[in-house]
């Protein structure tokens, strides 16, 4: 498979990723491993060659166990934050990631086998918009409680 769309500048790491948005009821499926005291979206990098749609319907089934289709694009998001991971500490990344609403199939049952690139085993847990723990992105809070048809463009600066 082609390499992922994770780019180390002078300046610091450009990355391109995928996020899903999988909902039952009223909550969302998130990420969580022991290394980060925070929570994040189901996804990954896009990989070279690879379009959006491919990387986020790759990633669902690595995370999930569960081949699912897309409803449609929701968010696009540029994110400009300090490197958390072994890999990316002391850098500056300029994350661009493109969030898509899944369609989940009525017995939706994820089995997460997937790890971080640190190595750390992860975990899926169903949340809802007023859970304690920190998640990003952010915006979720807010959003998904209301989702709408047309796809929305957030910046957020850390650094």
């Known amino acids: 498979m ?5 780019v180390n500048l002078s300046e610091g790491i ?8 999988i909902m039952k009821e009223d ?12 929570m994040y ?10 379009t959006a749609e491919e990387a986020v319907v790759r990633e669902v089934f690595e995370e999930t166990g569960v081949k699912m289709e897309i409803d449609r694009l ?15 500490q002391g850098h500056v990344v300029h994350e661009i990631s493109f969030f898509f609403y899944m ?15 640190d190595g750390n085993k992860e975990r899926l847990v169903w949340i809802d918009a007023d859970h304690p ?9 807010t959003e998904l409680a209301n989702p709408v048809r047309e796809v929305k463009h957030f910046v957020t600066r850390q650094v």
Request: aromatic share 16%; glycine share 8%; charged share 25%.
């Open 103 to 117: 369609k989940v199939p009525v017995d939706f049952e994820p089995v997460c086998d997937s790890f971080t690139e």
């Open 41 to 50: 979206s189901v996804g990954g990098r896009i990989k070279f060659g690879e």
């Open 2 to 6: 082609s390499q992922d769309l994770c």
């Open 133 to 141: 723990k920190t998640y990003y992105p952010e915006f979720f809070r």
């Open 74 to 88: 929701g968010f696009i998001h540029e994110n400009f934050f300090p490197g958390d991971s072994l890999v990316k």
């Open 14 to 21: 450009l990355n391109i990723r995928v996020g899903a948005i």
């Open 27 to 38: 909550k969302f499926l998130m990420v969580e491993n022991d290394l980060f005291d925070h």
